[in-house]
Nanobody, 126 residues
Framework: QVTLMESGGGVVQSGESLRLSCVGS????????LAWFRQAPGKGREVISCISSADDSTYYSDSVKGRFTISRDNAKNTVYLQMNHLKPEDTGVYYC???????????????????WGQGIHITVSA
């Protein structure tokens, strides 16, 4: 059974930091590209970051570039999202996702992702 399980969400104040973790099981984690998506209240889901399987190259959306850092530890089957300088507009449900192509080449296309976590809530108060 394939699972992706996010943790580390919660309620923080503007300017604070959080680190999300996502643990995968049931598939070959190290061969997959790994992404974080975000769905803000009343909006669609958008990709905010991705890390490739081959060389750990990364992608960040403009909205989080310079504030968020994605990393992976294949030995622990875990992908992280370090979020600094959080803003109220970062509020939403965060999902991790895994894609077998591995290269984060089509980051925004949800159809390329094979596996999804259940999502975790983050609220950033002003």
């Amino acid at each position: 059974q394939v699972t992706l399980m996010e943790s580390g969400g919660g309620v923080v104040q503007s300017g604070e930091s959080l680190r999300l973790s996502c643990v995968g099981s049931g598939f070959t984690f190290r061969w997959h590209g790994l992404a974080w998506f975000r769905q803000a209240p009343g909006k669609g889901r958008e990709v905010i970051s991705c890390i490739s399987s081959a060389d750990d190259s990364t992608y960040y959306s403009d909205s989080v570039k310079g504030r968020f850092t994605i990393s992976r530890d294949n030995a622990k089957n875990t992908v992280y999202l370090q979020m600094n300088h959080l803003k109220p507009e970062d509020t939403g449900v965060y999902y991790c996702a895994a894609e077998a192509m591995g290269g984060c080449m089509r980051v925004s296309e949800e159809s390329v992702y094979n596996y999804w976590g259940q999502g975790i809530h983050i609220t950033v108060s002003a």
